[in-house]
């Protein structure tokens, strides 16, 4: 079972004056859940932790955007470090693909792969998938079948979020960052409706912003 | 005690974190190798403290950014505290129509063997504190416990004639020994334990861990004088 670091149900979160926030979102805000700093602090374990397992041999990363990028960009950083800094190092090549399938904050059933090189060059690679967010776990199933038709050596899943929810498939990833609860989460690059991706901590959006930004 | 130049009371002054909190699992976090076994838990995580720091930077600028501001640094455990905060006091000012001009005075206070507070109090330094006379003072302390370290050094600083002093404690230690009123700004109210990292020792071990933890029996009986 992956370690994860578990943000309870009843977790309020923390004031959003103590910590700074935009301006601009103030009003839209109840709390922030995860701070920034807490989330760069557990990404540079899992990064440790995934060179430990898929650092034998070149790795791909695959970068699911939008949301998942600043944990990409983040993770590769930790993982350049580890590189960098031991006797051993592992080439990491890079790769980005869009999945579509939301609109406001209702998970659909439809996913859609868009851009990233030919999946060909994933053939006999150690793949590792970056996503910001596990909540159904059916977006990530397509994407798995999918990958697994191109013949990787080896294919692991990094989202930094797992959501708590009765909706999942039971889906896990292989590595978590956090485990939360089934609130509507923004910040840190999660948005909603192209909102909130500017925030660095991960907050609860108000009800009242879900109406604001609504499409 | 608040300062807010509009006269409004700040919403929160700290984060608090109660009685019981049980910490982060270690496995969680990357911390040194030659720490394990002699550390409980990640209590406060860096990344934590620095996102907290740069909040209470903000506020200080708010409240003190019109004139020069001396900062009066407690070592050691204040150092990386006081780096941290003065480091984003600028940043944020630079951004702002006045950038700020701010000096650093470092004071030693030696209270303290292995994890009790002792009655003797020794403050080593500069011998000559009249820089501060007439200026906004920032006291800058890691760590208030019973509070007595913190009202001998404020009777030893008003000696010098400033302007205004307040005091910025990364740590408040809550509880029937803790401190009776909280510093200006305040990073974390925190139960008693002992805590170490992040420049705070334990018979000067655990300076360099990065995250602010709870130590081990087994770590208070190895490292002890």
Sequence with gaps: MAACLEIFDDDKGHELSLFCVPKHYEEDL???IIPNGLIKDRTERLARDIVGDMGGHHIVALCVLKGGYKFFADLMDYIKALNQNSDKSVPLTVDFI?????????????????????????????????????????????????????????????????????????????????????????????????????????????????????? | MDGRLDGTERKQKSVVIQEGWPGYNLELFNYPEHYHGDIENVYIPHGVIMDRIESIARDILEDLGQHTLMVLCVL?????????????????????????????????LKSYLNDRSTEDLHITGPDDLSVLRGKNVLIVEAIVGTGKTMMSLLKH?????????????????????????????????????????????????????????????????????
């Excluded at chain 2, 004639?161 to 009776?180: H, W």
């Design chain 1, 30 to 32: 109840d709390s922030v």
């Design chain 1, 98 to 215: 869009r999945l579509k399938s939301y609109a406001n904050d209702q998970s659909t059933n439809c996913v859609k792969v868009i851009g990233g090189d030919e999946l060909s060059a994933l053939t006999g690679k150690n793949v590792l998938i970056v996503e910001d967010i596990v909540e159904t776990g059916k977006t990530m199933e397509t994407l798995l079948a999918l990958l697994h038709d191109c013949n990787p050596k080896m294919v692991k899943v990094a989202s930094l979020l797992v959501k708590r929810t009765p909706r999942s498939s039971g889906y896990r990833p292989d590595y978590i960052g956090f485990e939360v609860p089934d609130k509507y989460l923004v910040g840190y690059a999660l948005d909603y409706n192209e909102y909130f991706r500017d925030l660095s901590h991960i907050c609860v959006l108000s009800d009242k912003a879900k109406e604001k930004y609504k499409v």
């Design chain 2, 76 to 108: 050691k455990g204040g150092y990386k505290f006081c780096a941290d905060l003065v480091d984003s006091i600028k940043a944020q000012s630079r951004s702002t129509n006045c950038p700020l001009t701010v000096r650093v005075e470092f004071i030693r």
């Design chain 2, 157 to 225: 600083v008003v000696t010098f004639q400033p302007k205004t002093i307040k005091v910025a404690g990364l740590l408040v230690k809550q509880g029937p020994n803790g401190a009776a009123m909280l510093p200006d700004y305040v990073g974390f109210v925190i139960p008693n334990h002992f805590v170490v990292g992040y420049a705070l020792d334990y018979n000067e071990y655990f300076r360099d861990l990065d995250h602010i933890c709870v130590i081990s029996e087994k770590g208070k009986l190895k490292y002890k004088v």
